[in-house]
């Protein structure tokens, strides 16, 4: 085992999605026990973790990167440091990261990094071995992963559902995160009590297709989301909110919860990825723009107040101007507070690389100013809808500036405000007095946090 008479610094670094970030937690936590504190910057680490993304080109070769950074620090400093790199990256590339980067001592796919500690405390018995654990073992990692011995603190993240089915024509996920599997709902209720007794206030329900979620309930049952969404609730957190969902498992039933849940925040990530039904059925999306219209209304039927966001990717293999436009007019008929969009970027191994018709880089290049014009646009008018209103802001941190503090609406909007620190963590009400692109700024009109300030 690991030396655990002296502490030790780990630096984790993290790309991609919330998914990566809960793990990042998680394997902090699980070598916290064993001596590694974390600390806050690469030269101060005895151990570095780069939790990877694989989604797009680009996050790999931020990896590369950054390995390379290393490689040459490490060769200067001329200290003792273990690499460690895990997540969709090490799944996806396994060897072919030691042969590129000799820097690496480690690589350890996303089902596997509970097995951490074991091959950390072999690297350090035979000194310059290199290992590399990318199996999908049959049992889930979340059984094998000790349990948090820290919080997350006010906002906090709890996987439920991890790996995808849908086979998405571009995407990686099935790949690197493999099939989709729930985890059993008396285990979520369990680290949901335990993330609360620390501290929680807002929880978010983390799964790649979150919305598919079906685990086996205490009942012997099995559980939707819609379930547990409501057996979270009833624990008695304040905020609840799931991501990422896909429409095809957008069932009435967690419609609903949107109308019954008040716990249950007024937002919701819904990536569509395109408004082109020619290019939905390219993607095998398994989806039309018209069920993804309809949706949406029987959302805002749920939910009056229900803020969206979304996914988009453009120039996929395949797609005209016509598709293009066709996104074009579902955005400005949903009007999204919120969305991401990407060009397509070719994974290998996917259907897509293998479909040809590929999208010129200039003609990817001036969809996607035009969409993320028509997003910014939709996002600073849904800003504006939320000026003069008073509203219930849960505070996160400190912002950029002296004496600003940083918060979240119900609707995910950043809020900043100047007050005390002792805001954080509370949930204060704000009147909102202005919008921005990206945030709005409002001040404190909660009587309590008014007279500290
Ligand atoms: N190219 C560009 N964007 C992609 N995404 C997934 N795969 C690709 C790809 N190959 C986007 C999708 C997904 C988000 C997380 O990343 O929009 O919803
Ligand atoms: Fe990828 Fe599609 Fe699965 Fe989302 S639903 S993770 S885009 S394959």
């Given at each position: 085992?690991?030396?655990?008479?002296?502490?030790?610094?780990?630096?984790?670094?993290?790309?991609?999605?919330?998914?990566?970030?809960?793990?990042?937690?998680?394997?902090?936590?699980?070598?916290?026990?064993?001596?590694?504190?974390?600390?806050?910057?690469?030269?101060?680490?005895?151990?570095?973790?780069?939790?990877?993304?694989?989604?797009?080109?680009?996050?790999?070769?931020?990896?590369?990167?950054?390995?390379?950074?290393?490689?040459?620090?490490?060769?200067?400093?001329?200290?003792?440091?273990?690499?460690?790199?895990?997540?969709?990256?090490?799944?996806?590339?396994?060897d072919e990261i030691l042969r590129r980067a000799p820097v690496v001592d480690l690589v350890v796919g996303p089902q596997s990094y509970h097995r951490l500690p074991e091959l950390?405390?072999?690297?350090?018995?035979?000194?310059?071995?290199?290992?590399?654990?990318?199996?999908?073992?049959?049992?889930?990692?979340?059984?094998?992963?000790?349990?948090?011995?820290?919080?997350?603190?006010?906002?906090?993240?709890?996987?439920?559902?991890?790996?995808?089915?849908?086979?998405?024509?571009?995407?990686?996920?099935?790949?690197?995160?493999?099939?989709?599997?729930?985890?059993?709902?008396?285990?979520?209720?369990?680290?949901?009590?335990?993330?609360?007794?620390?501290?929680?206030?807002?929880?978010?329900?983390?799964?790649?297709?979150?919305?598919?979620?079906?685990?086996?309930?205490?009942?012997?049952?099995?559980?939707?989301?819609?379930?547990?969404?409501?057996?979270?609730?009833?624990?008695?957190?304040?905020?609840?909110?799931?991501?990422?969902?896909?429409?095809?498992?957008?069932?009435?039933?967690?419609?609903?919860?949107?109308?019954?849940?008040?716990?249950?925040?007024?937002?919701?990530?819904?990536?569509?990825?395109?408004?082109?039904?020619?290019?939905?059925?390219?993607?095998?999306?398994?989806?039309?723009?018209?069920?993804?219209?309809?949706?949406?209304?029987?959302?805002?039927?749920?939910?009056?107040?229900?803020?969206?966001?979304?996914?988009?990717?453009?120039?996929?293999?395949?797609?005209?101007?016509?598709?293009?436009?066709?996104?074009?007019?579902?955005?400005?008929?949903?009007?999204?507070?919120?969305?991401?969009?990407?060009?397509?970027?070719?994974?290998?191994?996917?259907?897509?690389?293998?479909?040809?018709?590929?999208?010129?880089?200039?003609?990817?290049?001036?969809?996607?100013?035009?969409?993320?014009?028509?997003?910014?646009?939709?996002?600073?008018?849904?800003?504006?809808?939320t000026v003069g209103k008073v509203v219930p802001v849960l505070f996160d941190g400190a912002g950029r500036r002296p004496g600003q503090m940083h918060g979240r609406t119900p609707?995910?909007?950043?809020?900043?405000?100047?007050?005390?620190?002792?805001?954080?963590?509370?949930?204060?009400?704000?009147?909102?007095?202005?919008?921005?692109?990206?945030?709005?700024?409002?001040?404190?009109?909660?009587?309590?946090?008014?007279?500290?300030?």
């Open positions: 085992m690991s030396d655990t008479s002296q502490r030790r610094g780990l630096y984790v670094k993290t790309w991609g999605c919330q998914m990566n970030v809960y793990d990042s937690v998680r394997m902090v936590d699980m070598l916290r026990p064993l001596g590694w504190r974390p600390v806050d910057s690469a030269d101060a680490a005895d151990m570095i973790v780069l939790n990877t993304c694989h989604i797009r080109e680009k996050a790999t070769e931020k990896l590369y990167s950054e390995l390379g950074r290393l490689r040459a620090d490490k060769e200067a400093s001329g200290r003792k440091l273990l690499v460690a790199v895990t997540g969709c990256v090490a799944q996806a590339e396994g950390i405390a072999r690297t350090t018995r035979e000194a310059g071995v290199k290992l590399v654990d990318t199996d999908f073992p049959a049992d889930s990692k979340f059984d094998l992963l000790p349990q948090e011995t820290e919080g997350q603190g006010t906002l906090a993240m709890l996987a439920v559902q991890e790996g995808c089915d849908k086979f998405c024509s571009f995407c990686v996920v099935p790949y690197t995160r493999g099939a989709e599997s729930s985890r059993p709902a008396a285990d979520v209720i369990a680290e949901a009590k335990r993330l609360l007794a620390t501290g929680a206030r807002e929880i978010v329900l983390l799964g790649q297709n979150v919305n598919a979620y079906h685990g086996t309930g205490p009942d012997g049952r099995t559980w939707n989301l819609a379930r547990l969404l409501r057996e979270v609730a009833d624990l008695g957190v304040e905020r609840l909110r799931y991501m990422t969902s896909h429409p095809r498992d957008m069932d009435d039933e967690l419609i609903q919860a949107h109308r019954d849940i008040a716990a249950l925040m007024p937002f919701l990530h819904l990536p569509v990825q395109s408004g082109s039904d020619q290019i939905l059925n390219v993607m095998n999306r398994q989806h039309s723009a018209a069920d993804y219209l309809r949706i949406i209304d029987k959302l805002r039927a749920a939910r009056a107040d229900l803020a969206l966001s979304s996914d988009f990717i453009v120039g996929h293999p395949g797609e005209t101007s016509a598709d293009f436009d066709a996104t074009m007019r579902l955005v400005e008929q949903v009007g999204f507070a919120a969305a991401y969009s990407f060009k397509y970027s070719t994974r290998p191994g996917t259907p897509a690389a293998a479909l040809g018709m590929h999208i010129e880089e200039s003609v990817k290049d001036e969809r996607l100013a035009r969409l993320q014009d028509a997003i910014a646009r939709g996002a600073s008018a849904f800003n504006q809808t609707w995910l909007q950043a809020v900043h405000v100047t007050g005390p620190a002792r805001l954080i963590g509370q949930i204060a009400d704000v009147r909102i007095d202005a919008a921005h692109a990206n945030s709005v700024s409002g001040t404190v009109v909660t009587a309590d946090a008014v007279e500290a300030a």
